[in-house]
């Protein structure tokens, strides 16, 4: 029990979840990772080993968070979204050590379904479509369109992937 309410979720016993934190039903936060106060993970989420989930940050329901990833102030991902293995997020546009800019920070949105690829890097600011991927070690610099496929640095869209994540010859084909 934490606060006189029943714990419906896994923590593991090298993990440290912060007051304030909503924690949905069902959901895995595996070793050494540090959810911070004030965020919302949602229910029967996998939070993999060594991830840092910072302050206000929403992950909605099924999300599936590899090992590896911090998801900074200024993140929102929607339902069944998944972050691939050591993926990056920024939340700023022009860090320097010496200047505080947390007042700065820019949202990012990942809607429903879209998965990251291993080792990518999202830049701040930008929303990604629903069912959209990323492939890996790709760097998105730009909104991505629901359902694009998008490789490279910087990432560029190569075609339509549908719900499965099966690549598609149009955007039609990608929806239905």
């Known amino acids: ?3 006189d309410q029943i714990v419906n979720y896994f923590v593991h016993e090298s ?12 959901t895995k936060i595996w070793h050494f990772c ?3 106060h004030d965020c919302t993970i949602g ?35 929607e339902d069944d979204v998944f972050l691939g293995p050591s993926m990056v997020f920024t939340n700023v546009l022009n860090p320097r050590a010496a200047v505080n800019r947390k007042d700065e920070f ?16 999202i830049v701040c600011g930008h929303t990604l479509g629903e069912y959209c991927m990323v492939g890996a ?4 610099t730009k909104d991505v369109p629901a359902y694009a496929l998008m490789v490279g640095n910087p990432a560029r ?6 719900k499965h994540g099966d690549r598609c010859a149009s955007l039609e084909q990608a929806m239905q």
């Open 43 to 77: 229910e029967e989420c996998n939070i993999g080993q060594n991830v840092v989930i910072s302050p206000n940050v929403v992950l909605g329901r099924n999300c599936k968070v590899q090992n590896n990833v911090s998801v900074y102030t200024g993140v929102r991902c």
């Open 1 to 3: 029990m934490v606060n």
């Open 106 to 121: 820019k949202p990012t949105l990942i809607r429903r379904g879209a998965t990251i690829g291993a080792n990518a890097t």
């Open 15 to 26: 993990s440290y979840v912060d007051d304030g934190c909503r924690i949905g039903k069902g």
């Open 34 to 36: 540090h959810i911070m």
């Open 157 to 162: 869209q190569i075609g339509w992937v549908n």
């Open 137 to 140: 070690g790709s760097v998105v």
